[in-house]
């Protein structure tokens, strides 16, 4: 079994930026199994959970139009660690943002949030105007 526990959200003004991290524990094993995807998603109240940047194997990142050139995606060395750089910050980035992953078989999740197995608690982000 794999947890994943967010950190790093906070209120901040439009502009500004943020750092999200999501924390993986479990054992060597299940870790390097279990998050070979993973992906950031945000939750807006009375909104559906959206994807906002996924990390897939290989090194490939994706991210929502919505984000793109303010937003980056990164793991650590130890692919323990999954990052979440937002810059220029907007009002309309506020959410609750959670952590998700899954293992690859063929292919990575991408977007889709019901084919990610593990998610975190998630941590909330407020961009005031």
């Known amino acids: 079994q794999v947890q994943l526990v967010e950190s790093g959200g906070a209120s901040v003004q439009a502009g500004g930026s943020l750092r999200l991290s999501c924390a993986a524990y479990?054992?060597?094993?299940?870790?390097?199994?279990?998050?070979?995807?993973m992906g950031w998603f945000r939750q807006a109240p009375g909104k559906e959970r959206e994807g906002v940047a996924v990390s897939e194997t290989n090194g490939i990142t994706r991210y929502a139009d919505s984000v793109k050139g303010r937003f980056t995606i990164s793991k650590d060395n130890a692919k323990t660690t999954l990052y979440l750089q937002m810059n220029s910050l907007k009002p309309e980035d506020t959410a609750m943002y959670y952590c998700?992953?899954?293992?690859?078989?063929?292919?990575?999740?991408?977007?889709?949030?019901?084919?990610?197995?593990?998610w975190g608690p998630g941590t909330q982000v407020t961009v005031s105007s």
């Open positions: 998700a992953a899954a293992p690859s078989f063929l292919s990575c999740p991408g977007f889709r949030p019901d084919d990610y197995n593990y």
């Open positions: 479990g054992d060597s094993y299940s870790i390097h199994y279990s998050t070979t995807c």
